[in-house]
């Protein structure tokens, strides 16, 4: 299903919304046992739902902080009930929490020890149950790849890596030797036998991946079994909707200059420098003490201004001048000259490796946004000598110029932080595919979703 304009297995969500009514079940049955009160006149009079789902948003959030809504296959017992304890402990933290700031939401206390225990028994059997039988009692739908090119590969390789996106590929049709597709790829046959693999195969799926189709593509075939509801798709089309990002390998200018669909479309735009500006306003607000503390702090850890400023490139290749809190120390460029953060860099103050791990250093950027330079969500701002030396190296990596950089972005949450050719390729890729998908429903998805990377202190340097 696509929802906030990515795309989310259905065996994810079943996998939610399940686990939401398990949960609402279990504390449910903790106020039967526990409680003499009747059920139904707890739930409506005593603020009951109210006092639930507070719970059980709770524990749900904490689950997916843990990533145990990212990937379903479990791999270990002992960590998927580690897991849940945590997820247990966020419980009864969340309940002292409530008794001082709001104690009519407050659960009964035995309510609460009951249902954690069910909670510990059920959700880990829950969990196991709905990987081994409810997964693999859904059909896959079966993909059939037409042609072997490294696109259709890697599409073929990440839906056998993830059972949760409902998949399962059938094998290639492909004029090259058997024996030549890499890995536990199946080869079904030569192109001259489509119609009767196809034939046998059945499958639900076709996707297209030949590296050359003048002459060789069964394009009649093709229109026959696209007529017949057999959905066909480019390999292109499958890898920007399992992996979230376009393949730069398979853009062509053309497509990009006929897209009725890539954007960002203008009024769009305005609306996001409209709540752009807004959140870095109560952002600002809101944050204002953690500001001076932070100023503090670095003034007295190290000589140097409290602020850094440094030149990045924004909307349309103009550059401006980006503010963060300094976190190296004053002359960290001083024998080298530009160069990109490394891992445990020895530059880095004390008090600047606590303010990269979470992404603190990186709040003054709101000024940025109160100004017009960039906006909460968007591509990575980029320094202007690696700039015009990636824009030489890696194709369209000047269209990531047509919007405004941002505090946070897609490819932000969803790729570590990286200083190679190939790791740029990728954040690229993201970022043209949130360029594509800008609207304010994937900001507010992604906006969300920096929460547990700046938690996690995922991807920091």
Known sequence: MRLFRVYIPGSVLGLLFSEIVLLFSVFLLGVIIASDVDPEIW????????RLSVMVGGVVLSMYFQDLYEILRIRSRIVLIQQVCIAIAVAFLLQALLSYTAPDWV?????????????????????????????HATSARKVLFLGSSKVARDVSSRIEQHPELGMATIGFVDNAPDGALPGDACHLGQLNDFRRIMSTSKPDLIVVGM??????????????????????????????????????????????????????????????????????????????????????????????PVLYRQLR????????????????????EADTGPVYALTDDPRVTLVGRFLRRFRLDELPQLFNVLKGEMSIVGPRPERPEFADTLAEQIPFYRQRLCVKPGITGWAQINH??????????????????????????LDAYIIFHTLKVMLLSRGSR
Request: hydrophobic share 45%.
């Open 107 to 135: 659960l009964p206390k035995w309510t609460t020890m009951i249902a954690c225990g069910l909670m510990l028994l059920l959700l880990p059997a829950w969990r196991l149950i709905y990987g081994s039988v409810a997964l």
């Open 43 to 50: 739930l409506l009079y005593n603020s009951g739902w109210m």
């Open 211 to 304: 590296s050359e189709r003048r002459n060789k593509l069964p394009i009649y075939d093709l229109l026959d079994l696209r007529f017949s509801g057999i959905q066909i798709e480019d390999a292109a089309t499958t890898y920007e909707n399992i992996f979230g990002r376009v393949c730069l390998q398979e853009i062509r200018p053309s497509q990009l200059v006929f897209s009725s669909d890539l954007g960002p479309r203008p009024s769009i735009v305005r609306l996001q420098s409209v709540y752009s500006t807004v959140i870095a306003l109560v952002g600002t607000l809101i944050a204002l003490p953690l500001l001076i503390l932070i100023a503090a702090l670095v003034k007295l850890s190290s000589r140097g």
């Open 416 to 441: 570590k932080y990286g200083d190679s050719l190939e790791d740029t390729s990728i954040k690229l890729e993201y970022d043209l595919y949130y360029i594509k998908n800008a609207t304010p429903a």
């Open 313 to 332: 490139v924004g909307l349309g290749g103009t550059n401006y001048m980006v503010y963060k809190f300094r976190s190296m120390r004053r002359d960290a």
